[in-house]
């Protein structure tokens, strides 16, 4: 679809703009309706450029004035910004342009966020503020005067000047225009300092509405503690006088790493022990993490053009992923990355929006935030790393700091570094970057005089426009065990480069059992059916701790797969498995409380239809229902003690030992709430003085369909938090059961609470409605055409949100004959919508093809 559409670019069209820009100055007069974008802008000829015609990029922009060198100049508007006739050298460049920012919904360039202003300008958003050579290649330094009737005025870079009702920036180091941000509001500051390991002092704020001053400290300490990890393990100090962090409530996605300049969703910053999760914390320390380190992984060195996104998206994420293990636990984060890997990357990789991680053609690039650019892309560069050793990946990551400070990069720059730097070849690796789908890799293996010979194949289906896949480099860690449970050959890296491979270890007297691709060394599909005796084995034994969590979720799946198709009991073998791992207390608690969580909905939807059967979402959540209501029959005494010993003494406090204890207390809740009619959840919702126990409790309450008064409670205590009563929208669309889904979502929808325009609060219900799987797909389909018509609605006001929730329907393909036909009335409906947005008919035609 994208192919056919006269709006898409290719990555093969890449050429330089025709010009460098030497300085940036702008000028900003603040007003609602009617602020006035002053720029003045140094071009020179770029003598990397071929020529062509001058051109500069500029959308919804009324243009008052232009000169070029101080004579008006006479432009010509075209698709997209406007061109004019220029000097042949170096010359100056004035315009000034008048935007509205209280009209912008779309929330990309500057707009406002309760009564504050704010921008967002990644990918293209700069062109709304003003006319600009919009793309990442073109770097300059930029210098800022903001003025407005406002206490806090900020921009990228230093501070230089300011007085009542203006203030100056001056940001030093060259960079694309989407690291451009501003901020103005009344707002305060959460401050403190860090000193950099060469002894310089820099100044860090977190800015924030008033009342919400105390939810700033966790992201601080997150802050410093990422400045100092990113000095330790990369070498990598701030090169700014001062670090900005602003909350905004209304924001598209996470948070954004404008130089010196960080903007966040106040979701992904703003926390407190009463208003936030463990979860929440985790999140935010993430968050904060990435941005921050997007400093050198993005805005130091950032991207060519946008098809090179992963080069920037995979490495933060890879390196926010190391940070996030080494703060809390590398078992329990690397299970955790699996499952989200799981859940929305090969979700992608496997349905019609599948693309590679370095896609080749789009038409609008905001569609391509996905999680095959960031996740996958984190996997690849985590596989790069197993590849060439920890001591390969060092040198060449100093190598690509070191030639590539300044550039505007390319996956061909990165790869070349781990080329340079530990002399192997790559051409073969690089197809993980240009073939979509996940690879599946097959397992046979055979023992005969002491030799045990592993032979492994691997196949990727075709994808949307690619037909053919080529084998890719697989690291493939894998472990054997003898069959009392010792480790006769410790983890080592097989490469499987071909479609088949065999693999031989020598001198085993018996057969062992294969721990195969340990720590997820590839993000791939094993296909591999092993009896189930072996993956008990496995959970009890494995020395890998994630293939010991691996092999439980293994056997789950079977138990229940069994349940959904052949009306099977729940296996005691199972059962009595899983009791023994939430037992062991040599376990890290936050590892057994992953242990104790079943497969989702979705995933089993997937893998029923990977096994050609039509996944029906109702039997699969009776299902669900009914092996956790076993798990809590069975382990009933196991699980009482954990809800009983598990209680975290004094204060509560975020770090990775207590919430894992509340994590682990938590699933036991949820169990137990199915066989005791709540009794404990409920006083856990009276007492609890944290977010993580109430909401938990309230959880479990909505999973019996007993919450009744306690949402009314929490609703009446949380009615002034945004975020928190985000949580109570969330939790009843994603919990309603499938026969209310519908009449409770429109309920909600119809809520006067319910500020659709609020893209956290769009997300919570509709987001939360289509994540319900069983009650998404009620029969009827009222909630295919609920999720619809508000996609419709949105899409005028915020093409960007609404674009990406489209992928609500991306599975359509796996549900049987009616419900794909409501689907697909639901997707044309959107299409035909007049006026749609490039965003939304990009999307829905992908998922269409
Ligand atoms: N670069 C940011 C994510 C981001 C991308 C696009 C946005 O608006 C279109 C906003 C934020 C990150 O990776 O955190
Ligand atoms: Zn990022």
Redesign the pocket.
């Known amino acids: 679809m994208p192919d056919s559409d006269p709006r898409t670019i290719y990555l093969a069209d890449y050429t330089p703009f025709t010009h460098v820009v030497e300085q940036v100055e702008l000028t900003f007069r603040l007003a609602p309706a009617t602020t006035r974008v002053l720029s003045k802008i140094t071009f020179a000829p770029n003598p990397e450029s071929d020529g062509g015609t001058f051109f500069l990029h500029g959308e919804a922009l009324k243009l008052i004035s232009a000169r070029i060198d101080g004579a008006a100049v006479e432009v010509r508007p075209v698709e997209g910004g406007l061109t004019c006739d220029v000097p042949s050298g170096r010359f100056v460049w004035e315009a000034e342009v008048e935007i509205s920012p209280e009209s912008n919904t779309a929330l990309?360039g500057l707009y406002m966020s309760n009564g504050m202003y704010c921008t967002?300008c990644?990918?293209e958003?700069f062109r709304k503020i003003t006319y600009y050579p919009d793309r990442p290649d073109v770097m300059a330094p930029f210098k800022v005067r903001i003025e407005g009737d406002l206490p806090v005025l900020l921009s990228n870079g230093n501070p230089v000047a300011q007085g009542e009702g203006w203030a100056e920036w001056v940001d030093p180091w060259p960079k694309p225009a989407y690291l451009f941000a501003l901020v103005a509001g009344e707002l305060v500051n959460h401050l403190d300092s860090f000193t950099t390991a060469s002894g310089k002092q820099v100044e860090l704020n977190i800015w924030v509405r008033p009342g919400d001053k105390d939810k700033c400290a966790f992201g601080m300490d997150a802050l410093k503690r990422s400045m100092a990890w990113d000095e330790q393990v990369y070498g990598r100090e701030y090169d700014l006088d001062i670090f900005n962090i602003v909350a905004v409530d209304d924001f598209?996605?996470?948070?954004?790493?404008n130089k010196g300049l960080n903007i966040f969703n106040s979701s992904a910053v703003l926390a407190s022990p009463e208003t936030a999760t463990d979860a929440n914390f985790e999140r935010i320390e993430g968050?904060i993490a990435?941005?921050y380190f997007?400093n050198w992984t993005?805005n130091r060195i950032t991207c060519r053009d946008w098809f090179q996104l992963c080069l920037k998206?995979g490495l933060?994420v890879f390196r926010d992923q190391q940070f996030t293990g080494d703060m809390r636990s590398h078992p329990v984060k690397r299970i955790s990355d699996v499952l989200e890997l799981r859940a929305r990357q090969f979700r992608e990789d496997n349905g019609p929006l599948a693309h590679p991680v370095r896609p080749e053609s789009f038409v609008e690039i905001?569609n391509f935030?996905t999680a095959t650019v960031?996740e996958k892309g984190a996997e690849v560069i985590g596989m790069l790393k197993t590849l060439v050793g920890d001591t390969g990946y060092k040198a060449a990551l100093d190598l690509y700091f070191e030639r590539h400070d300044g550039d505007a990069a390319t996956i061909e720059d990165w790869l070349k570094v781990f080329e340079d730097a530990t002399g192997r070849d790559l051409s073969q690796f690089k197809r993980w970057y240009s073939q979509a789908g996940t690879p599946r890799v097959g397992v046979e293996e055979a023992l005969s005089d002491g030799t045990y010979t592993l032979t492994l194949t691997q196949a990727t289906p075709a994808t949307p426009g690619q037909e053919v896949a080529e084998p890719l480099v697989i690291p493939v860690a894998v472990g054997l065990l003898s069959p009392n449970g010792d480790e006769v050959v410790p983890t080592q890296v097989l490469e499987l480069t071909e479609t088949r491979q065999e693999f031989t270890f020598e001198g085993l007297g018996a057969k062992p059992v294969l721990s195969i691709l340990r720590n997820f060394s590839a993000p791939v599909i094993l296909e591999r059916d092993s009896p189930n005796a072996e993956r008990a084995f496995l959970l009890a034994h494995d020395t890998d701790p994630f293939n010991r969590w691996e092999a439980g979720r293994a056997l789950a799946k079977d138990v229940l797969v069994r349940m959904i198709t052949e009306d099977a009991a729940p296996a005691p073998d199972y059962l009595s498995a899983l009791n023994t791992v939430a037992r062991d207390e040599t376990l890290d608690p936050a590892f057994r409380a992953l242990a104790l969580g079943l497969p989702s909905q979705d995933d089993l939807a997937q893998t029923l239809f990977e096994a050609r059967r039509t996944p029906d979402p109702l039997a699969i959540r009776r299902s669900v229902r009914a092996l956790s209501r076993a798990i809590a029959e069975h382990s009933g005494e196991t699980l009482s003690d954990l809800y009983d010993d598990m209680i975290v003494p004094g204060p509560y406090s975020p770090d990775a030992e207590a919430a894992g204890q509340r994590a682990l207390r938590g699933a036991a809740l949820g169990y137990l709430t199915l066989v005791d009619d709540g009794t404990r959840a409920r006083a856990q919702f009276e007492t609890a003085d944290n977010m993580t126990e109430q909401l938990g409790a309230l959880a479990a309450l909505l999973n019996i369909d007993a919450a009744e008064s306690e949402l009314a409670r929490f609703r009446a205590q949380w009615q002034g938090d945004r975020l928190v009563m985000d949580k109570w929208f969330g939790l009843q669309a994603s919990m309603a059961p499938p026969d209310q889904a519908a009449e409770r979502a429109q309920c909600l929808t119809e809520d006067s609470d319910f500020d659709w325009k609020n893209p956290n609060r769009f997300r919570a219900v509709i987001g939360g409605l289509a994540m319900n799987a069983a009650g998404f797909h009620a029969p009827t389909g009222a909630n295919y055409r609920l999720v619809g018509d508000w996609l419709i609605r949105l899409d005028p006001v915020n093409p960007?949100t609404t674009a990406r929730m489209t992928t609500a329907f991306q599975t359509w393909r796996r549900y049987d004959a009616d419900r794909q036909g409501m689907i697909r009335e639901v997707l044309e409906k959107i299409a035909a919508t007049e006026g749609l947005s490039r965003d939304t008919t990009e999307m829905v035609g992908r998922i269409l093809a």
Do not use: V
């Not at 598209?252 to 790493?257: D, H, L, P, Q, R």
């Open positions: 990309e967002q990644e990918a958003g598209n996605m996470g948070a954004m790493e968050i990435h941005e997007h993005g998206e933060t905001n935030y960031y960007q």
